[in-house]
């Protein structure tokens, strides 16, 4: 079924169209997140964090057959590249050296939210092909220079890659409550050598450049933007055959247990850490949803602000953008408030959802300076209640090598990209295919600095496991 079998109609608010529509979209996708429900969305406009006049035109193109919404997906018109966290100003700056517009640019995403998941909001397969067609027909009838669909589900990815777009892979760090186990309760991780799902920061990236036929990019052997694997992540398992068939992977028991399944040097480094925050008189305390009270809230965004402008930076988000989170949505946030002589000091503000089990680890800020308080405030204490409550998966957002360390592994996450200049089209593709090759490189650089124990050594701390 093509777009053409539809009605297709692009609306220039989120607000223009009907929350239960879109969240019943939303509500059939195998990866949803809080971050593309309605009100999430309309937050971020309404507040004015993603208007026009901070370079984010609201196009958010539909497919209808009579009153139905069929397919749905939040498109932007972007005349600048920031807020995304998959860099293309390569390609822009490349643009304008040919004397080019590279912008404006379409991008399917959510505003300042790296978070991977259901982009293509469709009832059925279909759909979704027809959507990503329509988006195509839009950016041409725009005369736009790019289409951009970024954090993707491979739903979307299979979909976009069908009609022709390119792929692009870049890194996070994701930690699973999967506790390694062996038969009555003894611990076992992947065997030497099994697959993990290893990635690798953004480095540099490189413009590329169209001499002549505008068909080349950097080099061979020149700094590229690195990505990761096709992987999620995948909760640790035996060998067909060893053990006793059948044990279910269980979740760690308490921090200490979580601690018990990493390699002696990096366990030695988290108590560290833990311990000086702790010798400094730091102590948390945290609310979630409702019991998150309007001073917390407050405080929190003092925290934050400051952070970013200590960083040269104004914020993404604005005041008003997290009290409408705490008025439609208060039950996906979980926020951290550290103190110290009873006094707060620094905050944590970690996303969540219930249903799925699942926290992301979205903003920070303080307003002290103590040795290690960001792992604490952003890493430990967010696991050690994940563990508490049971939740599985906590996702440590875009880029950060020093989270392999605390146990968050490398996942690849993919976009998917259409440029309607044939040769820079092709000088891109050319440029990804390079990417990859320097992406292999990189994994193997990082599969030798797995945190995680080896099978053998947890044996050997164990002992033998119990005959059957």
């Given amino acids: 079924m093509s777009a053409s079998n539809y009605v297709t109609r692009?609306?220039?608010?989120?607000?223009?169209?009907?929350?239960?529509?879109?969240?019943?979209?939303?509500?059939?996708?195998?990866?949803?997140?809080?971050?593309?429900?309605?009100?999430?969305?309309?937050?971020?406009?309404?507040?004015?964090?993603?208007?026009?006049?901070?370079?984010?035109?609201?196009?958010?193109?539909t497919l209808w057959q009579g009153d139905d919404l069929q397919a749905a997906c939040p498109m932007y018109l972007k005349n600048h590249s920031y807020g995304e966290y998959v860099f293309d100003w390569a390609w822009a700056n490349a643009y304008a050296q040919h004397g080019l517009d590279y912008?404006?640019?379409?991008?399917?995403?959510?505003?300042?939210?790296?978070?991977?998941?259901?982009?293509?909001?469709?009832?059925?397969?279909?759909?979704?092909?027809?959507?990503?067609?329509?988006?195509?027909?839009?950016?041409?009838?725009?005369?736009?220079?790019?289409?951009?669909?970024?954090?993707?589900?491979?739903?979307?990815?299979?979909?976009?890659?069908?009609?022709?777009?390119?792929?692009?892979?870049?890194?996070?760090?994701?930690?699973?409550?999967?506790?390694?186990?062996?038969?009555?309760?003894?611990?076992?991780?992947?065997p030497e050598g099994a697959d993990l799902a290893w990635g690798g920061p953004a480095?540099?990236?490189?413009?590329?450049?169209?001499?002549?036929?505008?068909?080349?990019?950097?080099?061979?052997?020149?700094d590229l933007a690195w990505g990761g694997p096709a992987l999620r992540p995948v909760a640790p398992t035996l060998p067909e055959g060893a053990g006793l068939a059948g044990a279910a992977p269980q979740?760690?028991?308490?921090?200490?247990?979580?601690?018990?399944?990493?390699?002696?040097?990096?366990?030695?480094?988290?108590?560290?850490?833990?311990?000086k925050v702790a010798e400094a008189?730091?102590?948390f305390r945290w609310s979630l949803g409702t019991a998150i009270s309007a001073a917390d809230?407050?405080?929190?965004?003092?925290?934050?602000?400051?952070?970013?402008?200590?960083?040269?930076?104004?914020?993404?988000?604005?005041?008003?953008?997290?009290?409408r989170m705490a008025q439609?949505?208060?039950?996906?946030?979980?926020?951290?408030?550290?103190?110290?002589?009873?006094?707060?000091?620094?905050?944590?503000?970690?996303?969540?959802?219930a249903q799925a089990g699942v926290a992301y680890g979205r903003y920070w800020g303080a307003l002290e300076r103590v040795d290690c308080l960001h792992f604490e405030a952003c890493y430990y204490q967010p696991l050690a209640w994940c563990i508490a409550h049971g939740y599985t998966?906590?996702?440590?957002?875009?880029?950060?090598?020093?989270k392999m360390a605390r146990a968050l592994l490398p996942v690849k996450t993919t976009s998917a990209h259409w440029l309607d200049h044939p040769s820079f089209a092709d000088a891109v593709e050319r440029f990804l295919e390079r990417e990859d090759q320097g992406i292999q490189q990189y994994l193997d650089h990082l599969a030798q600095r797995n945190p995680m124990k080896s099978i053998a050594a947890v044996q050997q701390a164990l002992g033998p496991p119990s005959k059957a």
């Avoid at 309605?38 to 196009?59: D, E, R």
């Avoid at 405080?299 to 200590?310: A, D, H, L, S």
């Avoid at 988000?317 to 009290?323: H, K, T």
Wanted: contains cysteine.
């Fill in 10 to 61: 692009v609306f220039s608010s989120p607000l223009d169209i009907p929350a239960e529509a879109w969240n019943e979209l939303l509500a059939r996708e195998t990866d949803p997140s809080p971050f593309m429900s309605h009100a999430y969305l309309v937050a971020l406009h309404a507040s004015g964090c993603a208007q026009h006049p901070s370079g984010w035109q609201a196009q958010f193109v």
């Fill in 103 to 190: 912008y404006p640019k379409a991008l399917v995403a959510v505003p300042f939210t790296p978070v991977p998941g259901a982009r293509l909001l469709a009832t059925h397969p279909q759909a979704r092909t027809a959507l990503v067609q329509a988006l195509i027909d839009h950016a041409r009838q725009e005369n736009l220079s790019s289409l951009h669909l970024l954090f993707a589900q491979p739903q979307d990815v299979a979909a976009c890659e069908a009609a022709g777009m390119m792929l692009r892979h870049t890194v996070q760090f994701h930690w699973k409550n999967v506790a390694p186990t062996l038969p009555a309760a003894r611990g076992s991780l992947p």
């Fill in 203 to 222: 480095l540099r990236p490189v413009d590329p450049t169209l001499p002549a036929a505008r068909g080349s990019l950097p080099p061979e052997g020149a």
């Fill in 251 to 275: 979740p760690f028991q308490d921090f200490d247990h979580f601690l018990a399944s990493l390699q002696q040097e990096k366990r030695k480094k988290i108590r560290q850490e833990r311990r």
């Fill in 281 to 283: 008189g730091v102590v």
């Fill in 297 to 323: 809230w407050g405080f929190f965004y003092r925290c934050y602000e400051r952070t970013y402008r200590e960083h040269g930076n104004a914020p993404y988000l604005n005041r008003d953008f997290f009290q």
């Fill in 328 to 353: 439609t949505m208060p039950e996906h946030w979980l926020l951290f408030v550290a103190e110290r002589d009873g006094n707060p000091m620094a905050t944590s503000l970690i996303g969540i959802d």
């Fill in 393 to 402: 998966r906590f996702e440590g957002g875009a880029q950060g090598e020093h």
